[in-house]
Structures are given as C-alpha cells and as structure tokens.
C-alpha cells in the first residue's frame, strides 16, 4: 500500500489540465459531463487515499489495534504511514466540504426568500428591481428568477431566447454539476481549476439549447451580450454560485461560439488527451482498490498473528 495509495493524491495534477484540454475539444454537454466526472472520480481516489492512510497510520495506535483485535506490531512496515498528517488533511477536507455544502444551502435559502415579493408565473418568478438580472434557481420547483430591469432591457425575441437559456439550465440539472465541481475543489487543489471550465461549458451548453428552442444562433448571441451588458452596467444582489444565469462566464468567448458553425474539434490532440485522461483515470481506480486491498489483508493477517 506504501506506493499505491499516494497515487490518487498525485494523479489530479496531470488529469486536471489534460481534461480542460480534452473538453475544449468536445460539444459543450459533451465537455460538462466530461469535466464533472473526471471531477468527481479524481475527488473520490483522493478521499479513499487519505481515508486509507489515516486508517493504516491509526490501526499502529494500541487503543484503536486493540478495538480491530490485533498488535500493532504484527503489522507489516509497508503500512506504516504518518497518521497524525493524514487525520488532520481527512479533518480538512471534511470540514471544506461541509463549508461549501452550508455555503450553498445559506445561498439558496436566501435567493429563495427574495421570491416572497415576486410575481409568479410557473417556473417563472419576476423580480420587481430595475437591476439587471436572471438566473436559474435549483429547488423544489426550481425556477427562473428575471428581474423587470432585465426585461426591459431585451426585445422581446431576446427575451425567449433568454428564457430558453435559463430553461435549460434548470431541465439539465446543471446546478448539480455545479455543486460537485465545488466539492471537487474542495477536497484537492489541483481539481480547483476544473470549477471555472466547468461553469463555462454549462453555460454553452444551455447556449446551444437555447439557440435550438428558438431556432436562431445570432438571435441568442445578440441576447447573450445584451443580457451581459445589461447586467454590466445595472448589476443586480449577489446570486447563489449554484444558480447558473445567462450572462455569466465569459461572454465573448459563447458570443463567438454562438455565432460560428456548432462542431467539435477533432484531430490527433484530442485523442491523445482521451486517452492519456482514460488512463489517468484507471489508474487512480486501479491503485486505490489496490491500497484497500493491501490495507484490509494487511489487518487479516496481524489479526490472524495475534489470535494464535
């Protein structure tokens, strides 16, 4: 376990940027749903690792050997590990985790409040402010939250296609990527990167479904820089991270994406940033069922040992 369990804790410094590479190179679905798995597997190598040395390192300690029924000292070198700097990076990365879980519950009960003074319309709700704004609140039912300063800044045909924006951030669940893109970074460093790339594929992806529901690119394009620069100069209250809104990221980059022909670039790098990613991704799988699989016959037999 020595060699294997430290693996999943390095690996994420390469997958990281090869999957930003990779999803450039993707449809933006294609490139959301790529980004928050690679996200969420490299996340759960890194808590099985840490969770895997803080046992090995701990199991050393007589009082928690002897609540497992064996000898510390039956156990094999290979599974001795600096317990104290595991449990404290375990503890860590627990607590980042809970921060950000309380931090996204705070805000979204705090957006859901400003609906008491709104006007409903199904998913709709129209804020009363002449600040700019719309977003996607996630909830039970969800909804899409247009302040009057935002309507009126957009004709009415920019109008549809920012509602179709905002539809598809709630009918694709984005804010569930959102949400594990938060918890990614929160439990490695590396995996910090990936949020930003994550929240700008979301944000063609609901483009491209906008584009689609109203049947014009330039029409949502022309809605999209509106929208931004709207929002620009009469900026509306803070908005929960996990609500995804159609002025976000950046706006020239889904402006010019909008307005040139939806493919997927292709071509030997993208391949080759496949296949180096796939392999990343196994071999963090592979080398924490190997660190457990050490670890757990590693207790048989000192519980073994010490039974005879």
Known sequence: MSLAVWVPLFLPLLAAPLARRLADRCTPRAAALLLAGTAGALAAGTVVSLGLLALAGL???????????????????????PAGAAVLALIAVTALVSGAARRQYADLARARRTLHTA??????????????????LPGRPGRIVVTTGMLDALPAAERAAL???????????????????????????????????????????????????????????????????????????????????????????????????????????????????SCCLATTAATALEATTDLHQAVETAQAATGR
Not at 119 to 136: F, I, K, N
Not at 230 to 243: C, D, K, Q, S, V
């Open 163 to 277: 509602l179709a924006h905002e539809h598809a951030h709630l009918a694709g669940r984005h804010h569930l990527f959102l949400a594990l893109g938060e918890y990614a970074a929160a439990v490695h460093p590396a995996l910090r990167g990936l949020r930003p790339a994550l929240g700008f594929h979301l944000e063609r992806w609901a483009d491209e479904s906008a584009a689609h529901a109203v049947g014009d690119r330039a029409l949502t394009a022309r809605a999209v820089g509106r929208a931004a620069l709207a929002a620009a100069r009469a900026p509306g209250a803070p908005r929960p991270r996990l609500a995804a809104g159609a002025h976000g990221g950046p706006v020239p980059r889904r402006v010019a994406a909008l307005l040139a022909p939806p493919t997927a670039r292709r071509g030997p790098g993208r391949t080759a940033a496949a296949l180096l990613l």
């Open 119 to 136: 006007t409903a319309d199904g998913p709709l709700a129209l804020l009363h402010d002449e600040r700019a704004d719309a977003y996607a």
């Open 59 to 81: 199991l050393r300690l007589p009082f928690v050997a002897g609540l497992a029924h064996l000898a510390p000292h039956w156990l094999p070198a290979a599974s001795a590990v």
